[in-house]
């Protein structure tokens, strides 16, 4: 769907996405609705290109409120904003200082937001099991708000990626683990410090650190094949029922300000799917990139193995643009190049 701005068209815009399959009523209506955005973080939110942060690398407030206020106006019971901050305690700090309106967005109704870093408000960690056994691990232990919800929501922005070359709907559930058990500090509850061990480094091998559900008998490898196999593992453990892209405006070169050569985009649009796999398939070739299904060595997966490709090979979902239903505008119509 065409949307060039972070105004009222937002809404209007996802309102007319969602008509085109037919609507979200039944799928939240009771229910509780729980929606990861992707507030990547080094210790603070940048601005790039002369705008705020959520133009160009992390979810904008903008879309956050319209679709909450879309979901509560279509009968959710609850929705719940989650994501992992760089530091304990609540979450409305850190959306705030991602630019979001907390007092708008809490003022909707029934809206609430946790800090999946750590256990949070839970008593304990969700086990959340792969049901194919998984590609690099069988389970991950995860904040409880990713088990206790109806309806799982990924809220994403059109970007490149240095380590999996694209970050989408699928992506976005890296963040899904918490640092409290996945991060270079792990395990403590009062970790902070980035999932380094999740990424390693390039002796391969998972390192010190026991990560909750990592196989023993798969050699993770390096970053290039270990990250692409976390994010399938991910998927297939935590289904995406509404994956939604923001390419209103953001930007290429990759995922944050500390990536190089980073340059302003404006796709304008925003890519709404009900499978996160195929949703990223369009979100690539709207990229500009030919082959959603390409192997390594093909851009945008130059580097690393490609996860659409994996989580299709396990069942997710297809990357096939040949058997991808698009409804709304075409493909050709909505392309906008990133850099190979």
Same mark, same amino acid.
């Given at each position: 769907?065409?949307?060039?701005?972070?105004?009222?068209?937002?809404?209007?815009?996802?309102?007319?996405?969602?008509?085109?399959?037919?609507?979200?009523?039944?799928?939240?209506?009771?229910?509780?609705?729980?929606?990861? =955005?992707?507030?990547?973080?080094?210790?603070?939110?940048?601005?790039?290109?002369?705008?705020?942060?959520?133009?160009?690398?992390?979810?904008?407030?903008?879309?956050?409120?319209?679709?909450?206020?879309?979901?509560?106006?279509?009968?959710?019971?609850?929705?719940?904003?989650?994501?992992?901050?760089?530091?304990?305690?609540?979450?409305?700090?850190?959306?705030?200082?991602?630019?979001?309106?907390?007092?708008?967005?809490?003022?909707?109704?029934?809206?609430?937001?946790?800090?999946?870093?750590?256990?949070?408000?839970?008593?304990?960690?969700?086990?959340?099991?792969?049901?194919?056994?998984?590609?690099?691990?069988?389970?991950?232990?995860?904040?409880?708000?990713?088990?206790?919800?109806?309806?799982?929501?990924?809220?994403?922005?059109?970007?490149?990626?240095?380590?999996?070359?694209?970050?989408?709907?699928?992506?976005?559930?890296?963040?899904?683990?918490?640092?409290?058990?996945?991060?270079?500090?792990?395990?403590?509850?009062?970790?902070?410090?980035?999932?380094?061990?999740?990424?390693?480094?390039?002796?391969?091998?998972?390192?010190?650190?026991?990560?909750?559900?990592?196989?023993?008998?798969?050699?993770?490898?390096?970053?290039?094949?270990?990250?692409?196999?976390?994010?399938?593992?991910?998927?297939?453990?935590?289904?995406?029922?509404?994956?939604?892209?923001?390419?209103?405006?953001?930007?290429?070169?990759?995922?944050?300000?500390?990536?190089?050569?980073?340059?302003?985009?404006?796709?304008?649009?925003?890519? =709404?799917?009900?499978?996160?796999?195929?949703?990223?398939?369009?979100? =690539?070739?709207?990229?500009?990139?030919?082959?959603?299904?390409?192997?390594?060595?093909?851009?945008?997966?130059?580097?690393?193995?490609?996860?659409?490709?994996?989580?299709?090979?396990?069942?997710?979902?297809?990357?096939?643009?040949?058997?991808?239903?698009?409804?709304?505008?075409?493909?050709?119509?909505?392309?906008?190049?990133?850099?190979?």
């Amino acid at each position: 769907m065409r949307c060039q701005t972070y105004g009222a068209e937002v809404q209007d815009a996802l309102r007319q996405s969602f008509a085109l399959f037919g609507g979200i009523h039944t799928l939240v209506h009771g229910k509780v609705v729980t929606i990861k =955005v992707n507030l990547t973080s080094n210790g603070s939110f940048a601005r790039l290109f002369d705008r705020p942060p959520g133009e160009s690398y992390v979810t904008h407030g903008a879309t956050g409120i319209a679709l909450s206020s879309l979901l509560l106006a279509e009968g959710a019971r609850q929705v719940r904003i989650v994501e992992s901050a760089t530091y304990a305690g609540p979450l409305e700090p850190f959306l705030a200082e991602a630019g979001w309106d907390v007092q708008t967005l809490l003022a909707l109704g029934n809206v609430t937001l946790e800090n999946t870093r750590n256990l949070g408000g839970g008593q304990s960690y969700a086990r959340l099991s792969v049901p194919s056994g998984g590609y690099l691990f069988s389970y991950f232990d995860v904040n409880h708000s990713y088990r206790d919800t109806d309806v799982f929501v990924s809220l994403a922005k059109l970007k490149q990626h240095l380590t999996a070359g694209v970050t989408l709907s699928m992506k976005n559930l890296f963040g899904v683990t918490p640092n409290a058990l996945y991060g270079a500090q792990a395990p403590s509850e009062d970790a902070t410090a980035a999932r380094s061990p999740l990424h390693g480094d390039e002796s391969g091998g998972w390192g010190p650190i026991p990560l909750p559900g990592a196989r023993t008998d798969r050699n993770p490898g390096t970053a290039g094949s270990r990250v692409p196999r976390v994010v399938a593992d991910l998927c297939s453990a935590r289904p995406v029922d509404l994956a939604i892209i923001d390419g209103i405006t953001a930007m290429s070169g990759g995922e944050g300000p500390w990536a190089p050569g980073l340059a302003l985009t404006t796709p304008g649009v925003l890519i =709404v799917g009900l499978n996160p796999v195929s949703t990223d398939a369009v979100g =690539v070739a709207v990229m500009g990139y030919a082959d959603p299904r390409a192997t390594r060595g093909t851009p945008p997966f130059a580097t690393c193995d490609n996860h659409l490709l994996l989580a299709e090979q396990a069942g997710l979902g297809s990357a096939d643009l040949a058997r991808i239903e698009v409804r709304g505008m075409g493909i050709d119509q909505a392309r906008y190049p990133y850099p190979a």
